[in-house]
Structures are given as structure tokens and as C-alpha cells.
């Protein structure tokens, strides 16, 4: 029993297991290509995807991942007040954000435009300590970085600050366009840019340690384009950023979040009975319907509705594929178990994940992509965590 009558189950063992997957690929192409394996960075962003920050970053590291990847500082700070150690990098802050507090947590701060070098090392100058820096360069995503024209200013800046002892510059990175579409002419542009980013900064004495540029997508399809580290996010969740590719157990992954409920409500409902907010679904004959208590307000896409005739977002009910009747409302939505159903309250239905139909299944559903799906999901919904012996056997 349990007070809310949902939860995401998140294995870690399955969080360690796709750790250690990615690092083994990552070990095999720099083999295969005689280069030295790419250091693993674990993106833990947005809780990390929902899937909670600290549980999943220690995971993580235990599977021999040495870098975490934060968006916010916030994320970056809160991983080093649980007592993690691994090397962390935070990229996105505007000006005026407490940089002292990353500079004395040891946090590497990515410089994404002009203003940054400034602020860090006003931060470090604060703390007495040396700033880490990671150039982020917008090598043609046209997102957060350093254009090409910004580059030799900052670059003369950071040569400054280094000599003065203020910063060193750890690592050199960009973040791709088309990742999730292997071949795109766009890629090895990409690559150019970021190449001539680091011949730049070499030529002023600049050594950046990492180059990098690959998260998932390229990091299971990519090999090219590991570099000195790799950032994987979706991947380490055991979900596919190329799903037309291949689904996760393709690469060899392990989803590691599942989401489920227990019917709040089971009842007979007559022939032609609407169901839920502007009877989108109409009984088709006498038949047995089911609550499930979450909805929208916990995250559960209000596109994922079975409206217009068509069936909304499927479920595992009793080991048979349901799906979504009517709309999603804010705390639940409605399934029509069918006339012989055999289901009362209190079964259970899971929404994806481990015996239901998977976050990519919703994804499609819902008009979205998996990311979406799990990194949505409220802070309603408790996080259970587990640590199977069928991912801790594949752990091995
Ligand atoms: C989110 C993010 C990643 C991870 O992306 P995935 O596609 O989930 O692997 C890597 N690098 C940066 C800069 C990001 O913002």
C-alpha cells in the first residue's frame, strides 16, 4: 500500500549497467580506431530526466563514469552538496548567477558567450582559487556558445586570465544539429568548426585537455566523433535518441524507468456512455472502464488523449495492451477495460516501462520524443528506487 497510488520505478543497476554499456562502445571504436578511449560524461540534467539527480549520478559513477553534466548550476551545486566528487560540468547561467559558488565546488563553468570570462573571473578573483573552463563554441546548432565571431576576443581574454593564474581551460566543446540523422552533411561541418575553434586557441598557447561534441546520438552512431570525452543523456536512461535506427536493446540498453498505477476505480458503464471532459470516447457496448490516477498535472501528455475516434497512449493492464479512452484530465484519465474485463481496483497498469508498452510507444503517441516523456514527468509522482539482479547480472 502507498499513500500515492502511482509511481516511476527507476532501476539503477540498469542506470550502472548502460554506464558501463556506453563506456564499453566508446573503448571498442577508440580501439578499433587505435585512439584512446573517450572519457564518459553522464548528463543528469532536469532531474536527471526525471529519473532523480543523486540516485542516478551515484549510479552513474559506479558504473565508471567520471564526469557528470549539469544544464544549471543549481544541479551542478546540489550533486556536490550530496558529497559526489566526479567532475562536473554546468553550461547554461546568465549574467549575475553566483559563479563563486561553482569556482569553489570545483565545478567546471562552460564560457558560452563573451560576458562569461568576465564574471568567472570575477568569481575566481572572490574565492582566491583557479576557475576551470570549458569553451563552448556554437559550431551551427545557432543555440548557447561562442560564434566563430566571438572566438578570438575570448580566446585573447582567456589566454589573459590563464597566464595571470585566474582560470585554465579544461575542455573545448559544441553540441550538434542533426545528431539523430547519421550522415548529415551538417556533422562533419560541425566537426571542422570545432576543429578550427581548437587550432585558435592552440595558437595562443590554449590546450584545451577535452574536445568534445558528442552526446547520445553520436555516441551510439558516431564513432568519429567521440573525441576526448563523450556526453551521453537519453542513453544513459536506457532509451534511443535514433529510434528509427533501433530501439534500446539494439544498442544494448536498458530502459530504466517505470511508470505505474493502480486502477483508482473500476465500474460497468452502459452502451453510448461518454467518458471523461467532452465524451471524446463513447462506450461501444455495455462495458467495464478503469480510472488511473494520474494525469496531466503529473505530466502525462494531454495529447496522449484517445480522442476523435483514435486510441490515445497505450498501457499493460493484466499482461493485455490497452490504451487511453477520452481526455487526460489533470489528476487521471480513463481506459475501457473491455466487457469481459476481470480487472478491480487496485490492479495494476503500467503506463511504460518494465511490462507495458515502452516511453518511445508514448513518445509516439503523444506526438513527442522519448526525452519528453520521462524528463515531463511531475514531482507528484514518487520516485521508487530498485536495483535488479537481472541488470546487476548484465552489470557484470
Ligand atoms: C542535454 C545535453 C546532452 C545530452 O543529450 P542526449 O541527447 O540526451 O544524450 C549533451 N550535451 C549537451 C550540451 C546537452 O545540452
Same mark, same amino acid.
Given at each position: 500500500?502507498?499513500?500515492?497510488?502511482?509511481r516511476?520505478?527507476?532501476?539503477l543497476?540498469?542506470i550502472?549497467?548502460?554506464?558501463?554499456?556506453?563506456?564499453?562502445?566508446t573503448?571498442?571504436?577508440?580501439?578499433?580506431?587505435?585512439a584512446?578511449?573517450?572519457?564518459?560524461?553522464?548528463?543528469?540534467?532536469?532531474?536527471?530526466?526525471?529519473?532523480?539527480?543523486?540516485?542516478?549520478?551515484?549510479?552513474?559513477?559506479?558504473?565508471?563514469?567520471?564526469? #557528470?553534466?549539469?544544464?544549471? &548550476?543549481?544541479?551542478? =551545486?546540489?550533486?556536490? +552538496?550530496?558529497?559526489? *566528487?566526479?567532475?562536473? /560540468? @554546468?553550461?547554461?547561467?546568465?549574467?549575475?548567477?553566483?559563479?563563486?559558488?561553482?569556482?569553489?565546488?570545483?565545478?567546471?563553468?562552460?564560457?558560452?558567450?563573451?560576458?562569461?570570462?568576465?564574471?568567472?573571473?570575477?568569481?575566481?578573483?572572490a574565492?582566491?582559487?583557479?576557475?576551470?573552463?570549458?569553451?563552448?563554441?556554437?559550431?551551427?546548432?545557432g543555440r548557447?556558445? #561562442?560564434?566563430?565571431?566571438? &572566438?578570438?576576443?575570448? =580566446?585573447?581574454?582567456? +589566454?589573459?586570465?590563464? *597566464?595571470?593564474?585566474? /582560470? @585554465?581551460?579544461s575542455?573545448?566543446?559544441?553540441?550538434?544539429?542533426?545528431?539523430?540523422?547519421?550522415?548529415?552533411?551538417?556533422?562533419?561541418?560541425q566537426?571542422e568548426?570545432?576543429?578550427?575553434?581548437?587550432?585558435?586557441?592552440?595558437?595562443?598557447?590554449?590546450?584545451?585537455?577535452?574536445?568534445?561534441?558528442?552526446?547520445?546520438?553520436?555516441?551510439?552512431?558516431?564513432p568519429?566523433?567521440?573525441?576526448? &570525452?563523450?556526453r551521453?543523456?537519453?542513453?544513459?536512461?536506457?532509451?534511443?535518441?535514433?529510434?528509427?535506427?533501433?530501439?534500446?536493446?539494439?544498442?544494448?540498453?536498458?530502459?530504466a524507468?517505470?511508470?505505474?498505477?493502480?486502477?483508482?476505480?473500476?465500474?460497468?458503464l452502459p452502451?453510448?456512455?461518454?467518458?471523461?471532459?467532452?465524451?471524446?470516447?463513447?462506450?461501444?457496448?455495455?462495458?467495464?472502464?478503469?480510472?488511473?490516477?494520474?494525469?496531466?498535472?503529473?505530466?502525462?501528455?494531454?495529447?496522449?488523449?484517445?480522442?476523435?475516434?483514435?486510441?490515445?497512449?497505450?498501457?499493460?493492464?493484466?499482461?493485455?495492451?490497452?490504451?487511453?479512452?477520452?481526455?487526460?484530465c489533470?489528476d487521471?484519465?480513463?481506459?475501457?477495460?473491455?466487457?469481459?474485463?476481470?480487472?478491480?481496483a487496485?490492479?495494476?497498469?503500467?503506463?511504460?516501462?518494465?511490462?507495458?508498452?515502452?516511453?518511445?510507444?508514448?513518445?509516439?503517441a503523444?506526438?513527442?520524443?522519448?526525452?519528453?516523456?520521462?524528463?515531463?514527468?511531475g514531482g507528484?509522482?514518487p520516485?521508487?528506487?530498485?536495483?535488479?539482479e537481472?541488470?546487476?547480472?548484465?552489470?557484470?
Open positions: 500500500m502507498s499513500l500515492f497510488p502511482a516511476a520505478v527507476v532501476d543497476g540498469a550502472r549497467a548502460n554506464a558501463r554499456t556506453l563506456r564499453r562502445i573503448a571498442e571504436a577508440a580501439q578499433t580506431a587505435g584512446v578511449p573517450p572519457a564518459v560524461m553522464a548528463v543528469v540534467k532536469a532531474d536527471a530526466y526525471g529519473h532523480g539527480l543523486v540516485p542516478v549520478a551515484r549510479a552513474a559513477v559506479q558504473g565508471g563514469v567520471t564526469w #557528470l553534466g549539469a544544464a544549471q &548550476l543549481t544541479e551542478a =551545486l546540489a550533486l556536490r +552538496a550530496a558529497g559526489i *566528487d566526479a567532475r562536473i /560540468l @554546468t553550461w547554461l547561467y546568465a549574467p549575475g548567477a553566483p559563479l563563486h559558488l561553482a569556482v569553489e565546488a570545483e565545478v567546471d563553468l562552460a564560457v558560452s558567450a563573451p560576458w562569461a570570462v568576465a564574471e568567472i573571473a570575477a568569481a575566481a578573483r574565492t582566491g582559487r583557479t576557475a576551470r573552463v570549458q569553451l563552448k563554441v556554437d559550431t551551427g546548432l548557447n556558445g #561562442l560564434t566563430p565571431d566571438d &572566438l578570438p576576443a575570448v =580566446l585573447d581574454a582567456v +589566454a589573459r586570465l590563464r *597566464d595571470e593564474g585566474v /582560470l @585554465t581551460v575542455g573545448l566543446f559544441s553540441h550538434l544539429a542533426f545528431a539523430d540523422t547519421p550522415g548529415h552533411p551538417t556533422l562533419d561541418h566537426l568548426v570545432l576543429h578550427a575553434a581548437v587550432a585558435a586557441a592552440r595558437s595562443r598557447g590554449i590546450d584545451p585537455e577535452l574536445r568534445h561534441i558528442a552526446a547520445s546520438a553520436a555516441t551510439l552512431t558516431a568519429e566523433l567521440h573525441l576526448d &570525452l563523450v551521453p543523456g537519453l542513453a544513459l536512461y536506457g532509451l534511443s535518441p535514433v529510434p528509427q535506427i533501433g530501439g534500446p536493446e539494439h544498442f544494448g540498453l536498458i530502459p524507468m517505470t511508470l505505474e498505477a493502480e486502477l483508482a476505480t473500476v465500474k460497468r452502451a453510448g456512455h461518454g467518458m471523461s471532459y467532452g465524451h471524446q470516447y463513447v462506450t461501444p457496448t455495455a462495458t467495464t472502464v478503469g480510472v488511473v490516477p494520474l494525469g496531466y498535472g503529473d505530466g502525462i501528455p494531454r495529447h496522449a488523449s484517445g480522442v476523435d475516434g483514435a486510441p490515445g497512449a497505450p498501457l499493460g493492464i493484466s499482461g493485455r495492451r490497452r490504451s487511453i479512452a477520452g481526455r487526460v489533470m487521471q484519465f480513463m481506459v475501457d477495460l473491455g466487457p469481459e474485463a476481470t480487472e478491480v487496485g490492479d495494476r497498469v503500467v503506463l511504460f516501462g518494465r511490462g507495458g508498452p515502452s516511453a518511445e510507444d508514448w513518445a509516439r503523444a506526438d513527442t520524443i522519448s526525452y519528453e516523456i520521462v524528463t515531463r514527468l507528484r509522482v520516485r521508487v528506487y530498485v536495483d535488479d537481472t541488470t546487476q547480472e548484465s552489470d557484470r
